[in-house]
């Protein structure tokens, strides 16, 4: 504590903690609750919006054609997640999906007395291995995560069509179990029915969720992606946690391809096409930044709720064209990248106001010379008697 030439107190907070009067940020209020909070918001809003544009709009048919839909784009918006996190991104994964969902189709199709394990585990492990190959190139070879994806989604789908010689799978030719598999449910009531496919996602993305949270390696990739520098120099294994996240990234893409197979049943060699723009355009919405190093899966999966609950609204407007739903969903991603850059900032602002020492002016403590030392006045008179 110190004292100013006026009298006026002037005290310091200790550094090991906020000032006196500085409220510190609880834990759980962070940017991606705060983000994941405004999402659901949204949501809610949008229902609240639309039930009063669309005759008979909230009903247990349209949940069900909802959360079946979004099951793809919430596995890829996961998928693209883990990449991103990592300061890297993933174009592949919409040809990755194509080419998991045609392979598993034939596989199927020839072997109709085949494991649902087997096929599942083959359409995974396709992916994780064409993953892997963007990652190697990626973390190994030091290309661009953009320019990889970019030339491996060409080459993906192009070795696709010369294999599929343009036939294509059709649902008659597939297992039973594959084709009712979209319509399996956990619980129903009513016209309303939690479909088995879009509880396997929930519990998905809540594992991986937990996962990036408690496990070391989960936060590896939040320190890469957030300062790829400082990881570095800590000596973490920065090659081989970008080499696993596109292996998982690939994974989880094959997964979405045998959903992809199993909703539409009718696979050719364009299956997939656009669904990287998809999930991109989910993990962004969903508040995973850009820039790597922050971002959630519930964040991405609320994201792909969100994008695919609009989409499937503006189809029962007749007066929204196909063209202005694509730029509601482009106005929609700007104004994420916008908001996120905004709450970030507010952020960065609250947490280093919180870690400098603060000054806090006191013009009514009363003196007390004794304890704080002399004041400027009395300094100065003992220099001049010293000087004298």
Same mark, same amino acid.
């Given at each position: 504590m110190s004292r100013a030439a006026d009298g006026t107190t002037i005290s310091r907070a200790d550094s090991g903690g906020?000032?006196?009067?500085?409220?510190?940020?609880?834990?759980?209020?962070?940017?991606?609750?705060?983000?994941e909070l405004s999402l659901l918001g949204v949501i809610i809003l949008m229902l609240l919006v639309?039930?009063?544009?669309?005759?008979?709009y909230v009903s247990g048919r349209f949940f069900n054609r909802v959360t079946t839909s979004v099951a793809i784009t919430a596995v890829l918006a996961v998928a693209q997640t883990m990449v991103i996190i990592t300061r890297n991104i993933?174009?592949?994964?919409?040809?990755?999906?194509?080419?998991?969902?045609?392979?598993?189709?034939?596989?199927?199709?020839?072997?109709?007395?085949?494991?649902?394990?087997?096929?599942?585990?083959?359409?995974?492990?396709?992916?994780?291995?064409?993953?892997?190959?963007?990652g190697v190139i990626v973390a190994y070879g030091r290309v661009p995560a953009i320019v990889t994806t970019l030339g491996t989604l060409a080459i993906y789908r192009s070795w696709l069509v010369s294999h599929g010689e343009g036939r294509t799978i059709t649902a008659d030719s597939l297992p039973s179990w594959v084709v009712d598999l979209p319509n399996r449910?956990?619980?129903?009531?009513?016209? $309303?029915?939690?479909?088995?496919?879009? +509880? &396997? =996602?929930?519990?998905? !993305? @809540?594992?991986?969720?937990v996962a990036l949270q408690r496990l070391r390696w989960g936060r590896r990739?939040?320190?890469?992606?957030?300062?790829?520098?400082?990881?570095?120099?800590?000596?973490?294994?920065?090659?081989?946690?970008?080499?696993?996240?596109?292996c998982l990234c690939g994974a989880l893409s094959g997964f979405a391809g045998f959903l992809f197979l199993a909703r539409f049943g009718n696979i050719t060699v364009v299956a997939g096409q656009g669904l990287e723009l998809d999930s991109v355009a989910a993990a962004v919405v969903g508040g995973v930044s850009v820039l790597g190093g922050s971002g959630?899966?519930?964040?991405?999966?609320?994201?792909?709720?969100?994008?695919?609950?609009?989409?499937?609204?503006?189809?029962?407007?007749?007066?929204?064209?196909?063209?202005?739903?694509?730029?509601? $969903?482009?106005?929609?991603?700007?104004? +994420? &990248? =916008?908001?996120?850059? !905004? @709450?970030?900032?507010?952020?960065?602002?609250?947490?280093?106001?919180?870690?400098?020492?603060?000054?806090?002016?006191?013009?009514?403590?009363?003196?007390?010379?004794?304890?704080?030392?002399?004041?400027?006045?009395?300094?100065?008179?003992?220099?001049?008697?010293?000087d004298a």
């Open positions: 906020p000032a006196s009067g500085v409220a510190r940020t609880p834990v759980w209020i962070r940017p991606e609750r705060v983000k639309f039930t009063f544009v669309v005759d008979d993933d174009l592949s994964v919409g040809s990755l999906v194509g080419v998991s969902a045609y392979l598993t189709g034939q596989y199927a199709a020839d072997h109709p007395s085949a494991s649902p394990a087997l096929a599942i585990g083959l359409a995974v492990g396709i992916g994780a291995l064409l993953g892997a190959v963007n449910t956990v619980v129903g009531a009513g016209d $309303l029915d939690v479909r088995v496919v879009f +509880a &396997v =996602v929930v519990v998905l !993305v @809540i594992v991986l969720q990739l939040y320190a890469i992606g957030s300062n790829p520098g400082a990881a570095a120099q800590a000596g973490l294994p920065a090659r081989r946690l970008v080499l696993g996240a596109f959630t899966l519930v964040g991405a999966f609320f994201g792909a709720v969100l994008i695919d609950l609009l989409d499937q609204s503006l189809v029962r407007v007749p007066q929204v064209s196909e063209f202005w739903r694509n730029a509601i $969903l482009g106005g929609l991603i700007l104004l +994420a &990248v =916008v908001a996120d850059a !905004v @709450i970030g900032r507010r952020f960065r602002r609250r947490w280093s106001a919180e870690a400098r020492p603060q000054t806090r002016v006191d013009a009514d403590v009363p003196r007390d010379d004794s304890q704080d030392g002399p004041t400027l006045g009395a300094t100065d008179a003992a220099k001049e008697a010293s």
